[in-house]
């Protein structure tokens, strides 16, 4: 059994999700009182939200890459990172601290396949809706057109994300709001919606919409778990 490296904070609401997932499924598949071997460096959000939204992604990645080192140090086999957008500075973090990082745009592309779709929406953060990250990683590798919101519905689910989720408010309001913006999304030719924030999936649910749901935190937390499991 591989030892996962952690890398959380971002927020810790989201984190625990990640613990809770990845532990539930340990016990799930192996029976008994087993659990997941584990080393989590959680981050000061506030830290790293600042250097976002300041434009010092160059200073977020040091901030990865010694989390990374001491997890290295604790005995972490490989990483991964509770967070879609800081995915920015994935391939970074992992050629510099030398080990193996689940990327997540990667499990989400191979999911998306597995359903045989070639169109999803995206929501997130405005950094990855208004990025490339999923966008070429997405059609580069598994030839999946992504559609992102208007810049007006870009600007709501962003606020939502930093003003309520990350501070652990779940308004029934926001959730209507986000399923209207899904909506549109969906009438615009999206297949599936990913959910491209670890905290979005505390506010949208599957009921939400008629179109499937691919829910980032489940699907790293899970495939973390079959890394780990994995023989060699």
């Known amino acids: 059994m591989k030892v996962i490296g952690l890398i959380g904070g971002m927020s810790w609401s989201s984190t625990l999700e990640y613990y809770r997932i990845i532990n539930e499924s340990f016990a799930r598949r192996l029976g008994g009182l087993h659990s997941a071997r584990l080393v989590l460096y959680n981050l000061d959000f506030d830290e ?16 990865l890459v010694d989390a990374g080192n001491a997890l290295k140090r604790a005995g972490a086999d490989f990483l991964l990172m509770c967070t879609n957008t800081m995915q920015k ?3 970074d973090v992992e050629q510099r601290v030398g080990l193996p990082l689940l ?13 045989e779709m070639q169109r999803i929406g ?3 953060t405005r950094f ?4 490339h990250l999923y966008q070429d990683r997405l059609r580069d590798r598994f030839a999946i057109e ?3 919101p208007e810049e007006e519905d870009i600007d709501t689910v962003h606020q939502i994300i930093y003003s309520e989720l990350c501070a652990g408010k779940i308004k029934a309001s926001s959730r209507r709001v986000c399923a209207n913006i899904i909506s549109r999304l969906v009438n615009n030719g999206a297949e599936g919606i990913v959910l491209g924030c670890t905290e979005l999936p505390l506010l949208i649910h599957a009921g939400d919409t008629h179109v499937p749901i691919f829910d980032t935190t489940r699907l790293h937390a899970e495939a973390a778990v079959n890394k780990a499991l994995a023989k060699g």
Do not use: F, N, Y
């Open 48 to 63: 790293i939200q600042r250097a976002q939204h300041e434009d010092r992604w160059d200073d977020t990645a040091s901030i």
């Open 128 to 131: 990855l809706m208004e990025g």
């Open 89 to 91: 500075v994935a391939d």
């Open 122 to 124: 995206l929501l997130g």
């Open 146 to 148: 992504v559609l992102a």
């Open 103 to 115: 990327h997540m745009v990667d499990v989400i592309g191979t999911a998306v396949k597995e359903r």
